[in-house]
T-cell receptor, first 115, second 115 residues
Framework: GAVVSQHPSWVICKSGTSVKIECRSL??????MFWYRQFPKQSLMLMAT?????????EQGVEKDKFLINHASLTLSTLTVTSAHPEDSSFYICSASTDMNTEAFFGQGTRLTVV | AQSVTQLGSHVSVSEGALVLLRCNYS??????LFWYVQYPNQGLQLLLKYTSAATLVKGINGFEAEFKKSETSFHLTKPSAHMSDAAEYFC?????????????FGAGTRLAVHP
């Protein structure tokens, strides 16, 4: 099956710093990648949709300048949490899909802790 | 707008007992429906999906789900629970608006299996 890899799996950073999370499709070309956020014991909330070579589409209430998304190639999308604060601590999960596929393949997630 | 409701945030069953996790959806167009499982601090694993073919869908690990349009339901079942089934389960509906395949998740149901 299709494999999506996220890196890092977990990261701890100081308040005010920026953190970059990578999402890679290892064996297929992902036209579209999605970024989700999951608070403890809660469901996944879609943050944004990114398409290769174009600007990401953010969901309502998600700050574009705080959560920078770049989808520079068909196998890589990055999420950068800028000027992170403790309230940004969460589990971030990406998924990737192609136009021809009805299934979105998920990465293993990244646990971000801001101290 | 599409939405998913999972009845019961926690379900507890005995090992060997029937597992029934409920999911109802709201959609103005024929939906794609999914069930995912999540183990602690991990990403999501697809159990099964409905994509407008057979209404009874069989998935991995002995799980199956039946799409009932008249009831707008897509309940997940497994005849005999195993200790390893203890996890968080998410029902999701596919939102094809804008040509993108992105998922709207239910709140999740935590399944506990006791001896």
């Amino acid at each position: 099956g299709a494999v999506v890899s996220q890196h890092p799996s977990w990261v701890i950073c100081k308040s005010g710093t920026s953190v970059k999370i990578e999402c890679r499709s290892l064996d297929f070309q992902a036209t579209t990648m999605f970024w989700y956020r999951q608070f403890p014991k809660q469901s996944l909330m879609l943050m944004a949709t990114s398409n290769e070579g174009s600007k990401a589409t953010y969901e309502q209430g998600v700050e574009k300048d705080k959560f920078l998304i770049n989808h520079a190639s068909l196998t890589l999308s990055t999420l950068t949490v800028t000027s992170a604060h403790p309230e940004d601590s969460s589990f971030y999960i990406c998924s990737a899909s192609t136009d021809m596929n009805t299934e979105a393949f998920f990465g293993q997630g990244t646990r971000l802790t801001v101290v | 707008a599409q939405s998913v409701t999972q009845l019961g945030s926690h379900v507890s069953v005995s090992e060997g007992a029937l597992v029934l996790l409920r999911c109802n959806y709201s959609s103005s167009v024929p939906p794609y429906l999914f069930w995912y499982v999540q183990y602690p601090n991990q990403g999501l694993q697809l159990l099964l999906k409905y994509t407008s073919a057979a209404t009874l869908v069989k998935g991995i690990n002995g799980f199956e789900a039946e799409f009932k349009k008249s009831e707008t339901s897509f309940h997940l079942t497994k005849p005999s629970a195993h200790m390893s089934d203890a996890a968080e389960y998410f029902c999701a509906v596919s939102d094809l608006s804008g040509g993108y395949n992105k998922l709207i998740f239910g709140a999740g149901t935590r399944l506990a299996v006791h001896p």
